[in-house]
């Protein structure tokens, strides 16, 4: 068989698995006894291992099978978690994403992993000695029911129970049926399924423990149980199951009238008991749902029933094909409105506008499309942060919020670094040791804040510690050490732009080089990529309080609104995100300080620059008009104009890239296509307020 067709979708399901054992981990660190996130990890890494073994990748699948023997001997109560198990099933999870990202590089998933193996077999051994470690003994908490034991789910509501009884009393076989799957089975889920679909061909299933949803997703042990009515005797029903795959036993039972209200007494008994003793051993500090009676008591499920899915996955490569189509549309639109408004047809233009409201309506279905929740950047965090603490030998907790907060899948795919490198930053700088915060008066365990939120047309991602602040004087004395300012420069900058330097290339405060910082490399980076992305960032920070980096981002690189202007006979498009406003300046009223041209722009003065200048426009002479139009720009605190000739008017544009022929052009980041087939640069007004 070939699995090569199912690559795909093994790697995005184990990325999401090992997500979720990296997630449900750290929750259990905060609460080592709750047994209940205990067996979430352990459906995930069976799920993995089946995964894994099933597409032949068996490295893989073994290391995970020894993961999956320490969190069986948890879970059983046979096991108390301690700081070496974590570490080394922390171990095990890095071990694992390293093997999928090489199978998703196109390699065999084979690894070196043969001391983390030992160190797990070790635990399930008992000969680790770490203090703190406890085996259950005679004073441990009872073992939960089995969810193998079936009897104590199968008991029948009122409904169940007539139609089964009816169904003796017109003639009908009705069969009590246990079936055990292979303990080396890795697609139980799959056997149970050929099961039900065999059974369903000649009958119809009643009640079945566990539920359809809980065997969908292995949520059980090797066996289950069920109530079926069919016309069929007992030994074919137990030859057919016997015949499926992986079948280890079968027990196919008739009941009569009599056995039916004896069978329904019993399995209600067993799970009133079963109730009780989950009640019983149940600590205090590890809540956990048994299933009362009552609860058992639920509409009848049909089995061959499968649950269906509102989500799907959808290749990334679709999405952009889909944009491109898209983008090819909305200038064949503009060309379509200005073909309509040179026309004087009625029914021309009342089709126009239909089709513009269509298209407008498309368009945000696209981009909504294209969203992605911040979370697939943010839930790799919090396992860094606590890595991260615990080399420096710290307390901090991690608080996300926002996390639902939507950006388009281009941005996301170029902000994980960035916030990475402040992460660190404000784990190593800003967070004190613990000694350091007690002395100060603070709690011992820091608190940094990552969230993200939506503001017009951009999302701000915020990361804030309750730190000890940044030293204004110690960043401009290493800054001016360093050759970066000097100290006449230093003398007069703002707290804000004393915090700018953070950014400069090569700037580090650090005293000790480390793995965290202190190698020259750091937020310079944070820097050149946002701008990069058409954001920007602020710092803002008290001494002795904590640090905010706030990182302002657009919610999309695909299409942006933008104000087009004409210089000469050239056109060039201005995104509207950077724009404060436009005007008209007077010749008069242009100042010329130190051979540069400004312009006085609410109390203050601000820059003049000239684009047809600038950019060598032909045939257009700004110094011959008596008035000039200008575009007055914003990049963070920072103002400038931009002189053109003509304002052509607003319009949402497609941005194209300049491609490899034409990198770094000065000033511009890339162009797009007018409705008349005009090729129209896009202005990049960041680069004018460097």
């Known amino acids: 068989m070939d699995m090569n067709q199912y690559l795909n979708m093994f790697i995005d399901e184990s990325n999401d698995h090992l997500q979720s054992l990296n997630e449900n981990m750290l929750q259990l660190e905060s609460n080592p006894t709750d047994l209940g996130i205990v067996q979430v990890i352990f459906r995930s890494a069976h799920t993995l291992k089946g995964m894994a073994a099933t597409m032949g990748f068996e490295d893989l699948a073994s290391l995970t099978h020894q993961m999956e023997n320490v969190l069986d001997l948890v879970r059983n109560n046979k096991l108390a978690m301690h700081e070496f198990i974590f570490d080394t099933l922390f171990k095990g999870l890095d071990a694992l994403e390293s093997m999928v990202q090489n199978i ?3 390699g065999d998933g084979k690894a070196d992993v043969s001391s983390i193996v030992a160190s797990l077999q070790s635990i399930v051994s008992g000969d680790f000695q770490k203090s703190g470690t406890a085996v259950a003994s005679e004073g441990a908490p009872a073992k939960k029911a089995d969810s193998s ?5 199968l008991v029948l509501d009122q409904f169940q129970y007539s139609v089964l009884e009816q169904s003796i009393s017109e003639g009908h076989r009705v069969h009590y049926i246990q079936v055990t799957i292979s303990s080396d089975s890795q697609l139980k889920a799959a056997r149970a399924f050929m099961v039900f679909n065999t059974l369903e061909n000649s009958g119809e299933i ?8 809980d065997i ?11 109530y079926y009515i069919t016309q069929k005797e007992v030994g074919e029903l137990e030859k057919e199951i016997a015949g499926i795959s992986e079948i280890e036993t079968v027990s196919v039972t008739q009941l009569d009238q009599e056995s ?10 067993v799970a009133e008991a079963a109730a009780v003793q989950e009640a019983v051993a149940v600590q205090p500090s590890a809540p956990s749902q048994p299933q009362s009676p009552a609860a058992a008591k639920a509409p009848a499920v049909k089995a061959a029933a499968p649950t269906h899915n509102r989500t799907i996955r959808v290749d990334i490569e679709r999405l952009d094909v889909l944009m491109n189509l898209f983008s090819e549309l909305l200038i064949d639109r503009v060309r379509l409105e200005q073909l309509a408004s040179e026309a004087s047809n009625q029914a021309l233009t009342e089709t126009v506008e239909h089709m513009s409201r269509v298209s407008s309506d498309l368009q945000n279905v696209v981009l909504k499309l294209r969203m992605v929740p911040v979370d697939t950047v943010f839930n790799r965090f919090p396992r860094m942060v606590r890595d991260l603490a615990k080399s420096l030998d710290k307390k901090l907790d991690l608080v996300i919020t926002g996390a639902e907060t939507e950006m388009d899948r281009t941005v996301i795919d170029e902000i994980g670094d960035p916030l990475v490198h402040l992460l660190r930053n404000s784990v190593d700088h800003g967070i004190e040791s613990v000694a350091d915060r007690i002395a100060a008066g603070k709690p011992e365990t820091g608190t940094v804040q990552l969230r993200a939120f939506h503001s017009g047309n951009n999302v701000f991602i915020e990361i804030e510690d309750d730190g000890n602040g940044i030293n204004r004087e110690k960043v401009l004395n290493s800054a001016i050490s360093k050759g970066i300012l000097t100290e006449e420069q230093a003398a007069v900058m703002t707290d804000e732009e004393a915090y700018q330097v953070l950014f400069a290339p090569g700037f580090s405060t650090a005293a000790v080089i480390s793995d965290v ?3 020259g490399v750091g937020l310079d980076v944070v820097k050149s990529k946002i701008t990069a992305l058409g954001g920007n960032v602020t710092v803002h920070s008290t001494l002795g309080k904590g640090t905010n980096f706030s990182v302002q981002l657009p919610l999309t690189l695909s299409i942006i609104a933008a104000m087009m202007i004409q210089i000469g006979s050239e056109k060039y498009a201005i995104p509207l995100s950077s724009i404060v406003e436009t005007a008209i300046v007077k010749r008069t ?5 130190h051979g540069n041209k400004m312009i006085a722009f609410r109390d203050s003065h601000i820059p003049l620059i000239s684009l047809s200048q600038l950019f060598e426009v032909p045939d257009f002479n700004e110094d011959e008009e008596e008035e000039t139009e200008v575009v007055v720009i914003r990049k963070g605190d920072r103002l400038a104009a931009l002189s053109v000739q003509d304002f052509l008017g607003q319009s949402e544009i497609v941005l194209k890239n300049l491609g490899k022929y034409l990198p770094n052009i000065q000033g511009i980041s890339g162009a797009t296509i007018l409705g008349d087939g005009q090729v129209a640069l896009i ?8």
Do not use: C, H, W
């Not at 034991?149 to 789910?153: C, K, L, N, P, R």
């Open 104 to 106: 998703t590089e196109g």
């Open 149 to 153: 034991d079936s009897s104590a789910g």
């Open 206 to 213: 009643v009640k079945a423990y566990p539920s359809v949803q």
């Open 216 to 226: 969908e997703q292995e949520k059980f042990e090797q066996s289950f149980s069920l």
């Open 260 to 269: 039916l209200k004896q069978m329904s007494e019993v399995t209600a008994g």
């Open 517 to 519: 910082s202190g190698r």
């Open 589 to 593: 009223q242009i100042r010329s300080v």
């Open 683 to 690: 202005i990049d007004p960041n680069v004018f307020i460097k």
